[in-house]
Nanobody
Framework: QVQLVESGGGLVQAGGSLRLSCVVS????????MGWFRQAPGKEREFVAA????????YYTDSVKGRFTISRDNAKNTVYLQMNSLKPEDTAVYYC??????????????WGQGTQVTVSS
């Protein structure tokens, strides 16, 4: 059974930083690309960032470019999202997801339960 467990969310002031982690079990982590998504209250879930199987390729939505960094440690079965210069509009539940292929295909078939990030102004 594949499980994705996020952690690292919390309450932070605008301009602050948080690092989210997502530990994956039940599959060969290094064989698949990973992604981060978020969903704010009353809004649809949106793509935030993605990384291919070895970390050689990363992708970001425009609103987080230059502030967020996605990375992975295949030895620890973990993908990270470093979030700097946080803004109130970054407030959302953040989800990690596992892609179906090594390259980023945006075909995610496993999801975590989410972690809340709240940025106060």
């Amino acid at each position: 059974q594949v499980q994705l467990v996020e952690s690292g969310g919390g309450l932070v002031q605008a301009g602050g930083s948080l690092r989210l982690s997502c530990v994956v079990s039940g599959r060969t982590f290094s064989s698949y690309a990973m992604g981060w998504f978020r969903q704010a209250p009353g809004k649809e879930r949106e793509f935030v960032a993605a990384i291919n199987w070895n970390g050689g390729s990363t992708y970001y939505t425009d609103s987080v470019k230059g502030r967020f960094t996605i990375s992975r440690d295949n030895a620890k079965n973990t993908v990270y999202l470093q979030m700097n210069s946080l803004k109130p509009e970054d407030t959302a539940v953040y989800y990690c997801a596992a892609d179906r292929t090594r390259a980023v295909s945006h075909m995610y078939n496993y999801w975590g339960q989410g972690t809340q990030v709240t940025v106060s102004s």
